[in-house]
């Protein structure tokens, strides 16, 4: 099986009202480079899931991560 295949059987088996979404996605949500999402990352600042070299991300924990850390600019 190739990666995508495995992480095609995974997500099947995820209740169909989680979305993952990749890094790429996540940069634009939190308008950030994709350096800043690495180090976000390491330092376990949002939720990941790593399925082979590909990290995914639950969509709706990262909503919610943005809006807790949402600040209002003056």
């Given at each position: ?15 169909e009202d ?12 939190l308008n ?15 939720p990941f ?26």
């Open positions: 099986h190739t990666s995508a295949e495995r992480i095609n059987v995974i997500l099947d088996n995820v209740s989680v979305t993952f979404i990749r890094s790429a996605d996540v940069c634009k949500l950030v480079s994709n350096s800043t999402l690495r180090n976000l990352r390491a330092a376990q600042a949002i899931y790593k399925l082979g070299g590909t990290f995914l991300y639950n969509k709706e924990e990262i909503m919610n991560y943005l809006a807790s850390n949402y600040s209002k600019r003056l």
